[in-house]
């Protein structure tokens, strides 16, 4: 891969949580802020095979919405922001979670490094949904 952003979906997925973390913000950093967002009801398509941890889903959820490499967030704070617009997509939008099963098994068991409690995929869920992001289970 030479500069720019990487061609293919999942690379983040071969990286540890710390390297997914590290991931996130190496995509916040290079995040092209002169793009518009795409139109109200777009339908992005979020590959939840690698879903296993917090940092996973915003890698993830960046893909989705802004192709491989791409940024939507990487907590929750963050991923409110992106939701005002100016990030790629603004609501009301679709997010078709691909593999849910995977992040609902793995979310919310493994302690975070801060000491809060583990992120689930049901508060990951109500979150979207209380932004008008019509999250809908493949």
Known sequence: M???????????AQCEAEGRRFWLLT??????????DRPPGTTYHLDGRHITDEPGFF??????????GGY??????AL????????????????LWHQADVARTCLGVAQHVDHRPPTTFEELFA???????DVRLA
């Open 2 to 12: 030479g500069g720019g952003p990487p061609d293919e979906p999942n690379l983040w």
């Open 27 to 36: 995509a916040l950093d290079n995040h092209a802020h002169d793009r518009h």
């Open 59 to 68: 890698c993830a959820l960046g893909e989705a919405v802004n192709g491989p």
């Open 72 to 77: 939507f967030g990487w907590g929750f704070d």
């Open 80 to 95: 409110a922001d992106c939701l005002r617009g100016r990030w790629g997509a603004a609501p009301p939008f679709t997010l």
């Open 127 to 133: 979150f979207l949904a209380e932004r008008r992001v």
